[in-house]
Structure formats: C-alpha cells, structure tokens
C-alpha cells in the first residue's frame, strides 16, 4: 500500500520517525480529528447543542390555539425521551386539545442533506438540523408522541418556516461537547461528526451555516499552526468524503497544538478510544505494552485504513502519531502493521 506515517516526541518536542509524512493522503474517520480539535479550539467550552420549542397563541381552557414551533441546532444526541420532554410541557400546561400548526425551523444550516464526496451507495446519515434518534423524522415523531399521550390535534398542520419574534419559549434540550465528543471519537459515529462540524459552520456567524463555513475555521486554524493549506483538502467532518486530503504531519500538528493547549486536550483525550479496553480499539493490541496505553482515532474506507493519537512511552515521554495505509485491500493487514508500531512505541 501507500504508506504516511509520523511519530513525534511530545516531551522532547522532537521528530521520532517520519515516512512519506508530507504526502496528501485520504484520512477516512481520522478526519474527525481535524473536527474536533477544531471545534475544541474555536467553541466556547459551554457551548451546547440545543433543540427548542416554543409556542406563539393562546390557551384557552385546556386548548391552545396558535403556532408551535421546533427549532432546530442539529443535536445528534436528541432523542425520544428529550422528544417527550417537550410533550409533557404542554400537559404541564393543561393543554390537552390544539390548534394551529407545528412548524419546524431548520434555518440553522442549508439544505443539503449529504456531505461533498460521499458515494451514493453507502449508509450514510442524513444532515438535517432536526432530528431524534439520529432520524430525520421529527416532526412525523412529534405529531406521533403527542396522539399518544392524549392529546387532541384539531384543525393542526405540519408546515416549514422559521421562529416568530414573539414566541415563548416552552422548553429546550441541550447536549455539551463532550457528551458530543464521546460516540463522535469512541464509535466513529459520522453523524455526530457532522452535527459538530456545522456547529462550527453556525458559529461562523452566517445563517444557514455551510460547509464552506465550517472549513474556513479549520484552514485558520490550520495556517496558524504553520501549515500550507493549498496542500490539503477538507470536505466533510466524519471523513466519509473521498474528497479529503491530508498529510501525517499534518494530523500530528494537530495532535500537538491539542496537547499544548489544556482547553482542548482534557476534552479531547477521555474521547480517544483506548486500545484493548473500548470504543473502535476495544479488541487491538491486547496483550500487548500498547494495550490501556494508546488511546487513538481509527479510520476506515474502502482502501484506507488509518490510526492517529497519543500513547506514553517507556522513559515516560508523551508521544503521538500518525500512520495512513492507502490502496490497502487487506484490512486486517493494515491494522496489524500500525498496531506493530504502536507497540513499539510502547515497548519498554
């Protein structure tokens, strides 16, 4: 296969090893690194991912005549109880019978329901700002939760549009960043990958937040840390595209800004699967001086296969690296290569 590997002493800040470390390689998930060091450096560390409802009527007896609307902040983490949450707060209210309509607000990123680059034919996951249980399917789920916990709907619509100026807030759901980061690093989960890249997206300041966004923030990051942003390419935030681009080196700059920066490592560090204990490492390199030791992102494609993290080594210096096999039909072969080094590095 085509080989990219870097290795770099973190306590002696120094160069271990390096092969072909400068060419522009696809990273599959390792991409998600570049997500989330990104979104660690540029989110504020409360920053939530929110899901809302509010309404805009009256309540008449036990009937609400008006508008409720679902706002939208592409949280992945929502999910069935969050959506009875919200139902329970009309009751809470007494209403049991309403009229209007349920509109949904989707205006916090553009319509597009799939990322640059990823091919037809895969499962991937649909990107919209609504969702529950990872679904798409909100409102069709709402209208369902409401039915079944008794309350009438008369005259009521579904319809699309965006917050009224004049709503109250009912209730909000929210999800913090490391609740995000979680499944995003330790299950590879690409829908949370991408949820977490339009928040950087919606934090550039433009509604509906893009893509085109999100990676503005990354190439500023990216040429803050010294590096040539013509060399590379990014295209989505889970590393499905097989437009992305990017060298070893440079997901080991990234490593080391993240270990540099406490703000960013505390959080990044507990996401890492851990090598023979959990997550996409939970069976590689048991038995081995790496096992409970590396803690690292894996990355799968059809032909690549990738790991990127930090272990601890011997002397007790802190380490990471970066190892991309490209062109490798052979998954199994790839994984017991980088799984080698790994234990090298951790070797006494």
Partial sequence: SQLGLMGWDLTADSALFSFNHRHSMRPASTMKLVTAITALDQLPPDYLLTTSLYRRGRIEGA?????????????????????????????HLGIDTLRGR????????????????????????????????KKANFMERMVSELTRSGIVLDSFTVAKGRLHDGATLLATCHHTLDQV???????????????????????????????????????????????DNSCFRYADGSGLSLYNYVSPELLVGLLRHAWLTPSIYTHLLPSLPIAGIDGTLSKRMRKTSAEGNVRAKTGTLTGVISLAGYCTAANGHQLCFSIINQGVLLANNARTFQDRICTALCNP
């Fill in 63 to 91: 009937t609400f005549t008006g508008d409720l609307y679902v706002v939208g902040g592409m949280d992945p983490l929502f999910d069935i109880t969050d959506l009875r949450d919200f139902v329970y707060e009309l009751h």
């Fill in 181 to 227: 980061l979680d499944p995003m690093m330790k299950e590879s989960d690409n829908l949370v990958a991408e949820a977490l890249f339009y928040q950087l997206a919606a934090c550039y300041g433009s509604r509906p937040a893009r893509a085109i966004h999100a990676r503005s923030l990354e190439k500023q990051l990216i040429a803050y840390l010294g590096f």
């Fill in 102 to 133: 349920l509109v949904d607000d989707v205006s916090m990123k553009d319509t597009l329901q799939w990322g640059e680059g990823w091919c037809w034919d895969d499962k991937n996951p649909t990107l919209s700002p609504l969702l529950v249980g």
